[in-house]
T-cell receptor, first 119, second 113 residues
Framework: GAVVSQHPSWVICKSGTSVKIECRSL??????MFWYRQFPKQSLMLMAT?????????EQGVEKDKFLINHASLTLSTLTVTSAHPEDSSFYIC???????????????FGPGTRLTVL | AQSVAQPEDQVNVAEGNPLTVKCTYS??????LFWYVQYPNRGLQFLLK??????LVKGSYGFEAEFNKSQTSFHLKKPSALVSDSALYFC???????????FGTGTRLLVSP
C-alpha cells in the first residue's frame, strides 16, 4: 500500500494566528514530500518540495517565511501557515514520493487534504 | 514551457457507456504520465501511470489510458462508466529529470444513471 494521511482534515482559525498541518506517509518512507494548494474549481498549485533533513525548495511566488515547512523524519512533513490571513484560506494537499526500484517508477501519493479557513 | 492540457472542463456520459477524458502535454524529452482522481473535499487518488513499454496502461477501478507519442496525448478511458466514477480527474506529467508533477486543470466527469 501507499497511504498518506493529513491532520487536521479541517481547521478554522482567527486572523493573525499560526496553523500547523501534518503530512504522514503511513506505510512507506518518503525522502521527498510536496505541498500543494488548491483553490475552488482549480488545479493544484505546487508550493514547495520538502526533502528530509534539508531545507524545502519553494516555488516562485511562495513566501517561505509565511509557509514554513519542516521534514524532520522519513514519514513526517509539516506545513505551518504563520500569521494567517483570510486570503490564506484554501485546501492544502500534501503528497509523498514513494521510491521505486528505479527513479522512473517513483509515484506521488496524496493525502486527503486540509481545508483551512481563516476568519 | 512544460504544460498539460485537459481541453474539457466537464464530460457527461450515461452509466454503462464508454468514457474518455482527454489529456495532451507539451514537455521535452520522455515524460512520465499520470492520472489521478479527486472526490469532493478529498485528496488525489492515483489511478495509473505510463513510464515506458506498452502504450495501453491499465489502472485502478477499470480505468485505462493510451499513450500516443506522436499526438503527445494520454487519454483516460473506461469501457463502461459507473455513477460512482463521477469525480474530478487530473492528468499530470513528470518531466525527465524532475521530481515535481505538472498538472492539468482537471476535468469533471459526470456519469448519469
Amino acid at each position: 500500500g501507499a497511504v498518506v494521511s493529513q491532520h487536521p482534515s479541517w481547521v478554522i482559525c482567527k486572523s493573525g494566528t499560526s496553523v500547523k498541518i501534518e503530512c504522514r506517509s503511513l506505510d512507506f518512507q518518503a525522502t521527498t514530500m510536496f505541498w500543494y494548494r488548491q483553490f475552488p474549481k482549480q488545479s493544484l498549485m505546487l508550493m514547495a518540495t520538502s526533502n528530509e533533513g534539508s531545507k524545502a525548495t519553494y516555488e516562485q511566488g511562495v513566501e517561505k517565511d509565511k509557509f514554513l515547512i519542516n521534514h524532520a523524519s522519513l514519514t513526517l512533513s509539516t506545513l505551518t501557515v504563520t500569521s494567517a490571513h483570510p486570503e490564506d484560506s484554501s485546501f492544502y494537499i500534501c503528497s509523498a514520493r514513494k521510491v521505486g526500484a528505479v527513479q522512473s517508477t517513483d509515484t506521488q501519493y496524496f493525502g486527503p487534504g486540509t481545508r483551512l479557513t481563516v476568519l | 514551457a512544460q504544460s498539460v492540457a485537459q481541453p474539457e472542463d466537464q464530460v457527461n456520459v450515461a452509466e454503462g457507456n464508454p468514457l474518455t477524458v482527454k489529456c495532451t502535454y507539451s514537455v521535452s524529452g520522455n515524460p512520465y504520465l499520470f492520472w489521478y482522481v479527486q472526490y469532493p473535499n478529498r485528496g488525489l487518488q492515483f489511478l495509473l501511470k505510463y513510464i515506458t513499454g506498452d502504450n495501453l496502461v491499465k489502472g485502478s477501478y477499470g480505468f485505462e489510458a493510451e499513450f500516443n507519442k506522436s499526438q503527445t496525448s494520454f487519454h483516460l478511458k473506461k469501457p463502461s462508466a459507473l455513477v460512482s466514477d463521477s469525480a474530478l480527474y487530473f492528468c499530470a506529467v513528470r518531466p525527465t529529470g524532475f521530481q515535481k508533477l505538472v498538472f492539468g486543470t482537471g476535468t469533471r466527469l459526470l456519469v448519469s444513471p
